[in-house]
């Protein structure tokens, strides 16, 4: 995922989002979590090559989202295609990838949150979001990736949770800080200059070695 792309968040633990499963079979690939005002569920690789097609119809289909605007959200587009080959190879990792974002009230897309892939060897996870301009200013990147941390947390392994942003990202750099995330080392990018990496650690594992 392209860095410019890249967010994070958290709430506290006990009070994070519900999850349900929508249907029987693999409970991540049918996982849905509700916020206040958004629903989230892991985009299949099916609906993945329909948003890189540009097909509304079908992403309704299989989504159930209406898409108003039937492209990847802004900043994925580069990223998607290798998202979708590699759920071609590995359709169990879905739930470690793009997430569709819909408003409840609606049931129109509004963006994606997404991981890097499943947890490192350090127990860690890499998230960040796109939201479609029109929908911008009304919090739902932070509610969004907050319910996906929470989530994160509750997944086996996954001690940490975190962000990749460059320092002139604003926006990006104020949800990080907004959900409880704080700086704990930078790099530099040729591309986009110095980034900064944000982190935040499951509750459960605060304090511990």
């Known amino acids: 995922m ?3 792309s890249r ?3 958290f709430d506290v633990f006990k ?3 519900e999850a349900t499963n929508r249907h029987r079979g693999d409970p991540m690939s049918d996982t849905l979590i509700h916020t206040t005002r958004l629903d989230l569920s892991p985009l299949q690789v099916e609906a993945v090559d329909a948003l890189l097609a540009g097909d509304s119809d079908r992403l309704r289909r299989l989504t159930g989202a209406r898409f108003l605007f039937p492209a990847p959200p802004p900043y994925m587009a580069e990223a998607l295609p290798v998202v979708r080959d590699r759920l071609r190879e590995r359709p169990e990792e879905t739930h470690w990838w793009n997430w569709l974002v ?3 009230e609606t049931g129109e897309a509004v963006g994606s949150v997404a991981f890097g892939g499943p947890v490192n060897a350090e127990g860690a996870v890499l998230v960040g979001y796109a939201i479609y301009n029109e929908y911008e200013g009304r919090g739902y990147a932070t509610e969004a990736v907050k319910a996906m941390v929470a989530w994160a947390f509750t997944q086996s392994g996954v001690r940490e949770v975190r962000v990749l942003a460059p320092v002139w990202n604003t ?3 104020r949800v ?3 959900v409880g995330m704080r700086p704990v080392a930078s790099e530099e990018d040729d591309d986009v200059g110095e980034v900064l990496l944000y982190a935040i650690t499951a509750p459960a594992f605060v304090g511990s070695a």
């Open 2 to 4: 392209l860095a410019r």
């Open 7 to 9: 967010l994070y968040l």
């Open 15 to 17: 009070s994070g989002p």
């Open 102 to 104: 819909v408003e409840r």
């Open 171 to 173: 926006p990006a750099l």
């Open 176 to 178: 990080a800080e907004n």
